[in-house]
Nanobody, 119 residues
Framework: QVQFVESGGGLVQPGGSLRLSCIASGIDFSIYTMAWYRQAPGKQRDLVATITSSGNTNYVDSVKGRFTISRHNANNTVYLQMNSLKPEDTAVYSC?????????????WGQGTQVTVSA
């Protein structure tokens, strides 16, 4: 059974920082591309950042220079360091795992953790 435990969300003032963690179980974590998504109220779930099994990263333009995604394969954990937070970063953040085996996609995601940026 695949499970994700996300933590680190909370209420923070604009300009503040948070570090999200996601511990995965039930998958061979090291071979999955991991990602963080976010969903604001009334909006679709949007990609924030990805990190491949080899450590290559990619970010949506709105978070470049502020957010950093990283992974620790020995601990089956993916992180999202968020700095210089803005009110528009408020959303539920969830981790996501994908791998392709031939034409078959294996895709799993967590329930998320709430991040609220407000004065």
């Amino acid at each position: 059974q695949v499970q994700f435990v996300e933590s680190g969300g909370g209420l923070v003032q604009p300009g503040g920082s948070l570090r999200l963690s996601c511990i995965a179980s039930g998958i061979d974590f090291s071979i999955y591309t991991m990602a963080w998504y976010r969903q604001a109220p009334g909006k679709q779930r949007d990609l924030v950042a990805t990190i491949t099994s080899s450590g290559n990263t990619n970010y949506v333009d709105s978070v470049k220079g502020r957010f950093t995604i990283s992974r620790h394969n020995a601990n089956n954990t993916v992180y999202l360091q968020m700095n210089s937070l803005k009110p528009e970063d408020t959303a539920v953040y969830s981790c996501d795992a994908k791998k392709w085996v031939g034409i078959k996609l294996y895709h799993y995601w967590g329930q998320g953790t709430q991040v609220t940026v407000s004065a």
